[in-house]
């Protein structure tokens, strides 16, 4: 009995604070918009032209995501993947950090929909 009632108790507390949890904001460009320019920016420019203050210091230079010839040749999932997992995980620049223990999946998927604001492209 004394097991039972522990079992509904848990069960009772766990629906209560799925119910009470925050809600997760859907990611939007919005939001890409505000962790770009905090974290990506210094790299890769407040317009994203890969023009940042450290940029001169970088070799490769970092990408220009406003080129939307380059952009458009990349999927969603390239750039979230890039974002993840720094430009090591898909052979490009060493220097591009990864960002997958710091940024929810949210924050990551609002920053590929403000590089596509950047570019004005779609990907593949």
Known sequence: MKNTVIFFAAVVFTAMCALYAPAKEKPSPAAGE?????Y?????GDR????G???ENLDPR????????MMSRRTDRDLYDVIYGGGRSVGKSTLMPPWGRNFSRQEIESLVL???TLCGCRGL
């Open 114 to 116: 403000y590089l596509r």
């Open 62 to 69: 970092p990408a220009n995501h406003t080129d939307a010839e």
């Open 48 to 51: 994203g032209d890969g023009r």
């Open 34 to 38: 505000k962790l770009y320019r905090r």
């Open 53 to 55: 203050f450290n940029a």
């Open 40 to 44: 990506c920016s210094p790299c890769h």
